[in-house]
């Protein structure tokens, strides 16, 4: 019978080592990005949200209100840097609001 390793990791660490081999860390960052903006922006902005895609560093947001689309218009620099602020990498270079 073989030895038991004693050897503990933690969930976190196993996680991450399972997403690397596995090449699934750019499909992590999309889920990880609608989840940030509907964090960062909050409830009011998440129910005008109809989707939020990630596509070539093009961070790709769909609403459904005119209105909030030009006022996050003026801050498109500053939501771009809050968001790669959230995410812990440069993820996002360009916001399209749609």
Do not use: C, P
């Not at 990791?9 to 903006?37: A, C, H, P, R, Y």
């Amino acid at each position: 019978m073989s030895k038991r390793e004693n050897d503990s990791f933690s969930v976190k660490d196993l996680m991450q080592s399972f997403i690397k081999e596995n090449n699934l860390s750019k499909g992590m960052q999309k889920i990880k990005v609608e989840e940030t903006w509907t964090k960062m922006m909050g409830q009011g902005v998440a129910t005008h949200t109809t989707s939020v895609k990630l596509q070539n560093k093009t961070l790709i947001i769909n609403l459904t209100s005119s209105v909030l689309r030009e006022e996050l218009s003026y801050g498109k620099e500053k939501i771009i840097k809050m968001m790669n602020e959230e995410l812990g990498d440069e993820v996002v270079g360009k916001l399209m609001l749609v």
